[in-house]
């Protein structure tokens, strides 16, 4: 094996597993089915070096201009993905707004703190721990919503909802450990 310019170089290139399709489109159990390829692209290109520094300092800016004009149904990451949560500052008291990623589920949605896989939890997190009540703009108008801390079994099968939907949850939950990533329900208020 020779080197050039300190990078090693290799004979013969084995074929890269993870650009073939089959390898692409891991079976989703949540969805009931395979990955479509457009998934399995969209989500490798989000667990990417350049996809991750999209979620972390673009997406956020491009949601909190997209989501309020279509009421909740695009954002960065294609149709009802992401939503805007409204929380109140756990030490300022004053309106917080993040867009975050959330998965429908049965009794609300699901809000996961990956932080990016950063070691701190984010700061909405703290928010909601502090003061449950929020509002979100997902799929439609803003709706109130309570803030619930999963444990337990209830967090460990909302976690596995997650991975599932976003198989990038994993890596974060690695390389942000040993912090356990904080897992929210929010509940719709029937206002």
């Given at each position: 094996?020779?080197?050039?310019?300190?990078?090693?170089?290799?004979?013969?290139?084995?074929?890269?597993?993870?650009?073939r399709?089959?390898?692409?489109?891991?079976?989703?159990?949540?969805?009931?089915?395979?990955?479509r390829?457009?998934?399995?692209?969209?989500?490798?290109?989000?667990?990417?070096?350049?996809?991750?520094?999209?979620?972390?300092h673009?997406?956020?800016?491009?949601?909190?201009?997209?989501?309020?004009?279509?009421?909740?149904?695009?954002?960065?990451?294609?149709?009802?993905?992401?939503?805007?949560?409204?929380?109140?500052?756990?030490?300022?008291?004053?309106?917080?707004?993040?867009?975050?990623?959330?998965?429908?589920?049965?009794?609300?949605?699901?809000?996961?703190?990956?932080?990016?896989?950063?070691?701190?939890?984010?700061?909405?997190?703290?928010?909601?721990?502090?003061?449950?009540?929020?509002?979100?703009?997902?799929?439609?108008?803003?709706?109130?919503?309570?803030?619930e801390?999963?444990?337990?079994?209830?967090?460990?099968?909302?976690?596995?909802?997650?991975?599932?939907?976003?198989?990038?949850?994993e890596?974060?939950?690695?390389?942000?450990?040993?912090?356990?990533?904080?897992?929210?329900?929010?509940?719709?208020?029937?206002?």
């Amino acid at each position: 094996m020779s080197t050039v310019r300190g990078e090693p170089q290799i004979a013969h290139l084995q074929p890269i597993e993870y650009l073939r399709p089959v390898a692409l489109r891991r079976e989703s159990p949540v969805r009931g089915r395979r990955l479509r390829l457009n998934e399995a692209l969209l989500e490798r290109a989000l667990m990417s070096p350049l996809g991750y520094r999209f979620l972390l300092h673009v997406a956020p800016r491009i949601d909190k201009a997209v989501i309020p004009r279509t009421r909740g149904r695009l954002s960065s990451a294609g149709f009802d993905k992401v939503g805007l949560v409204t929380s109140t500052g756990a030490k300022s008291g004053q309106p917080r707004t993040q867009p975050l990623a959330l998965l429908a589920d049965s009794d609300g949605l699901l809000a996961i703190g990956s932080n990016y896989g950063r070691p701190n939890h984010p700061a909405w997190s703290a928010n909601l721990l502090a003061h449950p009540e929020c509002t979100v703009e997902f799929k439609g108008p803003p709706r109130r919503y309570r803030a619930e801390l999963l444990t337990g079994d209830a967090r460990a099968a909302a976690w596995a909802a997650a991975a599932d939907i976003y198989a990038g949850y994993e890596r974060y939950r690695a390389s942000c450990a040993p912090r356990e990533i904080r897992v929210f329900r929010l509940t719709p208020l029937g206002d």
